[in-house]
């Protein structure tokens, strides 16, 4: 259904189009990841800051799609009002919390090497009808960072037949890994983060009010469940197995890692 509240401002569903379009912080953040990876391919200037560069944008790119990706769902089941609160327009800026979306998670990559989901985008559920609905709502962010894991993974697989320094499939190999450990960490049955909020709606009332009260301290868990070296020891031999399993060379994201802390 299309209409028009202003002269020249065209609706969708009773919201103007201009709710659906890119942001220039996100356009910029893929002209930054476009260049950098030029760059690196080309080996201009440091190499080492080209690919931090390149693997910082492009997992600032793949965080706004993440959080795009909750946000288009829930438009379309039913949530109208968050093309309102900027969601659809990939600008990290509109996130609920953008600490904890985007400083917090660069912060993570660049100190331990691991994908950090985060939480930022509000959606009213009540808008949102039936628990299917709810689910494929938390399930989005979660599908898209397997998606890029398997697109990168092909890339790294295929790529390097085609030429190119070893700095820059060593950062796309890192992303890819990025990308799995999100993957792995979003689904997670962890109140409050992705994988929790898929099951939360098909939980007994009981359950329900238990899980939305830890909820809140989802990522505060998540560090502590990280923390634990047993714990810590089963996650990272997972995400090493599943990567093993896809084909993602370990010396290349480690080499990626490495490349990234030019600082050292």
């Known amino acids: 259904m299309t209409g028009y509240d202003r002269p020249g401002e065209p609706l969708v569903l009773g919201v103007p189009r201009a709710a659906f379009r890119p942001s220039p912080i996100f356009l910029a953040l893929v002209a930054l990841f476009v260049a950098s990876g030029v760059m690196a391919w080309n080996r201009y200037g440091n190499v080492r800051f080209d690919v931090f560069l390149f693997v910082v944008s492009g997992w600032l790119v793949s965080l706004c799609l993440h959080e795009y990706a909750h946000a288009v769902v829930a438009y379309r089941a039913g949530d109208r009002d968050i093309a309102h609160r900027g969601y659809l327009t990939l600008n990290p800026l509109k996130y609920t919390s953008p600490l904890l979306s985007i400083v917090l998670p660069v ?11 985060g939480g930022a985008v509000w959606v009213d559920r009540h808008a949102i009808p039936g628990r299917l609905r709810h689910t494929l709502v938390s399930l989005a962010g979660p599908a898209t960072n397997v998606l890029f894991t398997l697109v990168l993974v092909a890339a790294v697989a295929w790529g390097p037949e085609l030429g190119g320094p070893l700095e820059f499939w060593a950062g796309v190999g890192l992303l890819a890994f990025l990308q ?3 993957s792995v960490l ?3 049955p962890v109140p409050g983060l992705d994988g929790g ?4 709606p098909w939980l007994s009332p009981a359950y329900r009010r238990m899980y939305d009260l830890f909820a ?3 990522f505060i868990l998540l560090f502590a469940l990280l923390w634990s070296p047993q714990i810590n020891r089963a996650f990272f031999g997972a995400v090493f197995a599943v990567g093993d399993a896809l084909g993602l060379p370990r010396e290349l994201y480690q080499i990626g890692y490495a490349l990234i802390r030019f600082w050292q």
Request: hydrophobic fraction near 55%; avoid cysteine; glycine fraction near 16%.
């Open 216 to 218: 809140p301290y989802g």
């Open 197 to 200: 909020n898929m099951l939360q």
């Open 107 to 117: 912060v993570v990559v660049l100190l331990g090497g691991i994908g950090l989901p």
């Open 180 to 182: 799995l450990t999100a």
């Open 186 to 188: 979003n689904l997670l």
